[in-house]
């Protein structure tokens, strides 16, 4: 079945540099890529909406210069944490369609650890 | 407001049947509805989802109300590996708003 990878599963990085997520869709193709935040022991949050070829939607009260992202081909979108702060340690899920009203496919996540 | 409705947790003896229940009373006509699962530390699980006909596959079933406002999750024989958080999701363009789901139990 269809399969979306993402890369890495883990990163730790350093208060005030820039992490990037690459979400895959590994054998269709995507023209919207959705992104998620999950905090401990709580429900995931939608933080935006990858459209390939133009610039991503962003949900109320996101910070669309703190996670860039950037939706290249119809198999790639990438998010970039910039000047991550310990507070934007997370993890990160993204999630792709091949169509719409169908099955909704998940990534592994991306947890990420800022010191 | 997107959100559904589910209660916190549920408990579960192993091989038996449940239920779980979600109410969705201000969805509108064109909006599906999912159910997700979610294990600790992994992305979503996709379980069923439908529109307004009654679904079966071979994870689960969906029961849907006539009036659209509530659903039900059917597992038919729970396993220990179904322990998990649900997710009734509504479903529009692709967009999924998740609520707080919840929290299966299956006991041995």
């Known amino acids: 079945g269809a399969v979306v990878s993402q890369h890495p599963s883990r990163v730790i990085c350093k208060s005030g540099t820039s992490v990037k997520i690459e979400c895959r869709s590994l054998d269709f193709q995507a023209t919207t890529m959705f992104w998620y935040r999950q905090f401990p022991k709580q429900s995931l949050m939608l933080m935006a909406t990858?459209?390939?070829?133009?610039?991503?939607?962003?949900e109320q009260g996101v910070e669309k210069d703190k996670f860039l992202i950037n939706h290249a081909s119809l198999t790639l979108s990438t998010l970039t944490v910039t000047s991550a702060h310990p507070e934007d340690s997370s993890f990160y899920i993204c999630s792709a369609a091949q169509g719409f009203g169908g099955e909704l496919f998940f990534g592994e996540g991306s947890r990420l650890t800022v010191l | 407001d997107a959100k559904t409705t589910q209660p916190n947790s549920m408990e579960s003896n192993e091989e038996e049947p449940v239920h779980l229940p979600c109410n969705h009373s201000?969805?509108?006509?064109?909006?599906?509805i999912h159910w997700y699962r979610q294990l600790p530390s992994q992305g979503p699980e996709y379980v069923i989802h439908?529109?307004?006909s009654n679904v079966n596959n071979r994870m689960a079933s969906l029961a849907i109300a006539e009036d659209r406002k509530s659903s039900t999750l059917i597992l038919h024989r729970a396993t220990l590996r179904d322990a998990a958080v649900y997710y009734c999701i509504r479903e529009r363009g692709n967009k999924l708003v998740f609520g707080a789901g919840t929290i299966l139990r299956v006991k041995s």
């Open positions: 201000t969805i509108s006509g064109t909006d599906y």
């Open positions: 439908g529109l307004t």
């Open positions: 990858s459209n390939e070829g133009s610039k991503a939607t962003y």
